[in-house]
């Protein structure tokens, strides 16, 4: 796999809108005989409810190596020429983007591939938070991404306090199916 080419990894600003066709540009060679894109926008309903704008937060630093780190993932597992990975900070109005990625390589399933890989990890580990305001309330939101690999990571008992401090394990009693946000601080590795 190729760990070599260009890597662009950008958070933008409140109140900038993000440039696709900058990002395009920047994956763009000769060489690469495909370039794979995914662009979230806000849209204007969720579940029913009239949405008026997303507001994102993130922990910048962290946000911006966890992505990186995201991108060499991506390298070492498909065969990419360039990636380029945008998200915005503060109020993302209905229809407009709030986070770009691209993806450019000799060949259109290694671009769609990492595409996929990269939007994914990205709502699944990046410290990015999303707020959704309606016009009759606001709420903010888990991605489904992140619980989903939260409740992966305590099927073995790995983010179990109890296996951790006693090297015991009940599931059925210390372990439950839905986790909460808060509980992040319980997590260790080893």
């Not at 109890?162 to 394990?169: G, L, P, Q, S």
């Amino acid at each position: 796999m190729n760990s070599e080419g260009k890597t662009l990894v950008e958070i933008i600003d409140e109140n900038k809108q993000i440039d696709l066709a900058k990002y395009i540009n920047y994956v763009s060679a000769p060489q690469a005989g495909a370039i794979a894109t995914f662009s979230g926008t806000t849209r204007d309903t969720f579940e029913g409810k009239t949405v008026v704008e997303l507001r994102y937060e993130a922990y910048v630093p962290m946000a911006i190596r966890n992505l990186k780190s995201i991108c060499s993932s991506a390298r070492s597992s498909w065969d990419l020429h360039s990636i380029a990975v945008a998200h915005r900070l503060g109020t993302v109005p209905v229809g407009e983007t709030s986070v770009f990625i691209a993806v450019s390589a000799t060949h259109r399933a290694d671009a769609l591939d990492a595409c996929k890989f990269l939007i994914d990890e990205l709502k699944a580990s990046v410290p990015i938070w999303k707020k959704e305001v309606y016009s009759n309330g606001e709420v903010w939101k888990e991605n489904t991404e992140f619980l989903e690999r939260r409740l992966e990571l305590g099927k073995d008992g790995s983010c179990c306090r109890r296996k951790i401090e006693t090297k015991a394990h009940d599931k059925k009693g210390c372990c439950k199916p839905k986790v909460r946000v808060d509980d992040a601080a319980d997590i260790s590795t080893s």
